[in-house]
């Protein structure tokens, strides 16, 4: 009954408005109606699941709330991020994080671009090519992290029974072996994810321009950076915006290989150390809030700052 | 159009690369899982011997058995019930005009983007109150963060591809709505919403975080988790041959989804970037 009264209020500020025009809108109300019916377990779910946690997340970060002293629960303000923010430790972290995401971002990229590159050229054997690539996608992180650190262990590894490599190789006892693992892993699983979206970037750039480049001179290079480049700016910052979101909460990979150790932590694990292996749930929901703000940072970077539009994956281009 | 042979050796060679470049990682933990005991220590990269002891070992015991129907349940479930909320909510956004579209997108865009490390210790607290911990539910919940987004969005996808003017047409030509529905719309629907579901439902099969912290035993531990704290004869001694069987056989399905429907789903992860 409430749609039939708030037209009429409507009509009562333009009253020329033609009584088809209200139709219309009766219809479009209806239409309206349902579409948010229809849309709000979705949209509900999505709330309590994350809203709420959050939430807490912050309620809890104000407390000094330790599992294993649970008496001593008090309200102490902003006194946790002040624990964390002047604490080496996160810092340290912030910057492991950093390396990993860059480090895997970059090559990511990189890689993703060759790999876009050669399927789009692809003469015959585009579904292999395809499939296989969707091999390290599918895999659970864990195991391949496992395969990873199996393969690159001079206990076990193959990589050390390669020649020209030492047999006691062992990069996953100091720091720059550790991350350079670690990153190698994330880019085996994620480039192929990388080279999906850029692929469907590439198929924007309108062959006729290449031919025209061909024409005037240009040779392959420079029509790459001249002509696809330039193009696919759109496409290759909505994929650097996912991947860098993705890759700065990295987890997985870190806690199989080192668990966070030879200085390769990242803030997730740090996160997870205080968390659940100290119950330290009020210094924890800080170092998760920090978290959670850091990553709507590097958005709003990309945003704000880059011009990343993702109008497109929401299909309303 | 006729290739040189220069390019079609170029592109072998590029197809090469990217086999090998996918299947290298996969086949190691095979060879591994393969390995006799004595021989996980060869540095060979095919085993010299294969014995699948190691594939006895993981079935011998219930505790890998209890991981693989915990993680098939709670991914099957998790994918079943986001796949249902989102199928509603991309119909609405693929078909009806709303104002609010825009920002159910966005939304779920920034949830799919959500640190999951930012709620585990607000769960972790909350679920030890309500005992959902080390349950199904406790992490079907939680799961929801990343599946319904993702659903949303390839669904959305999909849904906008499909001529819905054909649901009238039926009906001109006599079909009862209900008929124009499971007769023309749920055929042209359903590979979309399949597609849509094995994707979500990888997602949820690869889970670490939520199911590492939210279990503490066989009862609900999936596994991923249950692969992380996997011990051998010892405590100290690592299980190379065990956690390699137990990835071979979590990988193996996942293979064979990929393999089987490697278009659509390269279609659904590229949801709306192709639009021009």
Redesign the interface.
Known sequence: MEAANVPATRTGSAPVEKPERKRMSDR?RS??R???L??A???I??LI??G???A??FW?SLQKYDLRFPDEKEFVGLSNYKDVLTSSTWWQDVWNTTIITIGSVTLELVLGMA?AL?MH?????R??????????????????A???R??FDP????I??LPLIP?DWAPLTDRGGSLLVIIITEV?KTT??MA??L???L??VPDELHEAAKVDGANAVQRFFRITLPLMKP?IL?ALL?RT??A??I??TV??QTTGANGTES??IL??NV??NRVN?GL??AV??L??IF?ILI?FFFVKVLGTS?A?????? | MTRTPREIAAWSIGLLVVLLYAMIPVMWILSLSLKPATELGDKRFIPKDFSLDNYDTIFSTSEFKHALVNSIGIAGIATLISIVLAAMAAYALSRLDFAGKTVILSGALAVAMFPPISIVGSLFNIWRDVGLYDTWPGLIIPYMTFTLPLAIYTLSAFFREIPWELEQAAQVDGATPWQAFRKVIVPLAAPGVFTAAILVFIFAWNDFIFANTLTSTDNARTVPATLAFFTGGSQFEQPIGAISAASIVVTIPIIIMVLFFQRRIVAGLTAGAVKG
Do not use: H, K, N
Not at chain 1, 121 to 125: N, S, T, W
Not at chain 1, 155 to 158: K, Q, V
């Open positions: 479009a239409e309206r349902l579409a948010w229809l849309c377990p979705a949209v779910t999505m699941v994350t709420y946690p959050i807490y997340a809890l790999l050669v050229r692809a003469i015959f054997g579904g292999p090519v395809r499939a296989s690539i969707l091999i390290p996608y599918g895999i659970v992180t864990v195991v391949a496992f395969g990873f199996y393969a206990a076990s590894g193959f050390q029974g047999d085996w192929p994810f999906l979206l692929l469907a970037g198929a924007l496409a909505v996912f979101l993705d700065f909460r987890f997985d806690f199989i803030v997730s996160g997870y968390l659940i749930l924890g929901s998760s809030v978290i959670f990553v958005a993702t497109q994956q929401r299909g309303e281009v």
